[in-house]
């Protein structure tokens, strides 16, 4: 199931945060509903503490933590090493998508068992299609993804980069078809992501507008509709002149400002960096309305 355990934990940051010494007691750090009870150690002797491999098993742990199966039913127990536990969310066993989000007493005749790893994929990723996420021991509102989507995706590890755009996604609507942004706005392989484990976290449309000029001047752009990225022709820096055809079929000169008119030209074609380039293309359009006479 798990990668780590919580046993696992205790022992990194024994060994490695706390040292031996049974008097230490609590920092929050890694203390929420899992009893770590631990504070820092400034003993020389201590191997490297390593905080990223830390919060790696405490994301672990405490991500399979707590769910539980109780008759036909899966649920998860809000706070399941501490007193008046309650389950905050909880199936209704017939196998529909239906999750009932409250804080529901547990009565000392409900038997208990910890859910499988099987059971807790499926219970989560039903409540995300419920419109919940599962995250840092709590289910919060989802922000769903859509195809075209330009997103980042939170806790999940950068690999080389932080930004994705979504190309498709799994029918059940859990996983997505991704494409990396990588350095210079260079696309990369595509990736299968959760959506049930990972937030996704939209870009602002300037963030978006910004980059995809990035991309652009890299020679390439993204068509929404196909979902593909192109090789995109050049296009002139930010206020530096370009060219294109105007209806009275004249080579006409603008300074780029990245104005919605600009970027309409330079997304249809109608757009050269040179004159030479436009009135050659405007000579081959001339040619054919005269031949089609």
């Not at 994929?121 to 859509?146: H, I, L």
């Not at 970027?263 to 005269?290: I, M, W």
Request: charged letters at 25%.
């Amino acid at each position: 199931m798990a990668k780590y355990t919580l046993e696992d934990l205790q022992e990194y940051l024994i060994t490695h945060y706390a040292g031996k010494d049974e008097g230490q007691v609590v920092t929050d750090t890694f203390s929420f509903g899992l009893g770590v009870t631990l504070k820092y150690s400034d003993d020389p002797s201590l191997p490297p503490f390593d905080y990223m491999v830390a919060y790696e098993m405490y994301e672990e742990v405490l991500w399979w933590h707590g769910f539980v199966r109780f008759g036909s039913s899966i649920g998860h127990v809000s706070t399941p090493s501490v007193g008046d536990s309650y389950i905050d969310a909880h199936d209704i066993g017939d196998g529909s998508d239906t999750v009932i989000f409250n804080n529901l007493q547990i009565p000392d005749c409900i038997d208990m068992v910890p859910a499988t790893e099987e059971e807790i994929v499926g219970f989560v990723k039903k409540c995300y299609r419920c419109g919940y996420m599962y995250k840092s021991g709590v289910f919060d509102k989802a922000q769903k993804a859509r195809v075209g989507d330009w997103v980042y995706f939170r806790d999940l590890p950068a690999m080389g980069c932080s930004r994705y755009v979504i190309v498709d996604i799994s029918d059940d609507g859990t996983e997505a078809s991704a494409i990396p942004l990588e350095e210079g706005m260079t696309p990369g392989d595509s990736r299968t992501i959760r959506l049930w484990r990972h937030e996704c976290i939209p870009f602002k449309v300037g963030e978006k507008k910004r980059l995809s000029a990035e991309m652009a001047e890299n020679g390439l752009s993204f068509d929404p509709v196909s979902c593909v990225f192109r090789a995109s022709s050049p296009r002139s820096g930010l206020n530096e002149m370009y060219w294109y055809i105007t209806d009275r079929f004249t080579v006409r000169a603008e300074q780029d400002r990245r104005t919605p008119a600009h970027d309409s030209r330079y997304a249809v074609g109608n757009y050269f960096t040179s004159p030479s380039e436009a009135e050659k293309f405007l000579s081959k359009v001339l040619a054919l309305l005269h031949r089609d006479r």
